[in-house]
């Protein structure tokens, strides 16, 4: 399995933008999360889905960020618009299991995608 | 409510010496119990985990880390440090679906 698969990599933006990060989950894992990384605020959980569903959004930051996942094998985290301070490591992570249920619920990460919105 | 404290921003130890990275963690119940590394520039990766019985836990790259409920601590060692230890560590906990993460320690290594 090639892992969790983000894109891209690295996207630089203007304020005001919209910014779309791409996540592909490990196949067969029911949990998909977003992870936001700075250096103010260490690693915050923004949202998870269970099976397609969103469980938890209460990490989202305002309205102006947004997360799809339409399919089992794809997920989206919008900004619109972007500002400055959304400049971060976002992280994307899967696991087979949510916690209570037993082994297989470690998260996996992706390697992330550096924005920088100027 | 659940937190993780990691209370060393920044450790840094000798090619050769032990490691010892603290971890505190709040939680009500039987916590999961999560060591993860991030190398510059890259993704985490799980070094270790807890969920229940035997409370010292074997890791990859030589890592293991014991469990004190009565401290509630749990925290990673290494008898041997190599240079490409050098890395910040994440220790977090499960709570609900989710992970919640203690700010990181950063290891330098020093020849």
């Known amino acids: 399995d090639a892992g969790v698969i983000q894109s891209p990599r690295h996207e630089v933006t203007e304020m005001g933008q919209e910014v779309t990060l791409r996540c592909k989950p490990i196949s067969g894992h029911d949990y998909l999360f977003w992870y936001r990384q700075t250096m103010m605020r260490g690693l915050e959980l923004l949202i998870y889905?269970?099976?397609?569903?969103?469980?938890?959004d209460s990490g989202m930051p305002e309205d102006r960020f947004s997360a799809k996942m339409p399919n089992a094998s794809f997920s989206t985290l919008k900004i619109q618009p972007s500002e400055p301070r959304d400049s971060a490591v976002y992280f994307c992570?899967?696991?087979?299991?949510?916690f209570g249920q037993g082994r297989g619920n470690e998260q996996f990460f992706g390697p992330g995608t550096r924005l920088t919105v100027l | 409510a659940q937190s993780v404290t990691q209370p060393d921003i920044h450790i840094t130890v000798s090619e050769g010496a032990s490691l010892e990275l603290r971890c505190n963690y709040s939680?009500?119940?039987?916590?999961?119990l999560f060591w993860y590394v991030q190398s510059p520039g890259q993704g985490l990766q799980l070094l270790l985990k807890y969920f229940s019985g035997d409370t010292l836990v074997q890791g990859i790259k030589g890592f293991e880390a014991e469990f004190k409920r009565s401290q509630s601590s749990f925290n990673l060692r290494k008898p041997s440090v190599h240079w490409s230890d050098a890395a910040e560590y994440f220790c977090a906990v499960g709570s609900q679906g989710n992970l919640i993460f203690g700010k990181g320690t950063k290891l330098s290594v020093k020849p």
């Open positions: 992570a899967s696991s087979l299991l949510g």
């Open positions: 889905f269970n099976n397609n569903v969103p469980i938890d």
């Open positions: 939680y009500g119940a039987t916590p999961y």
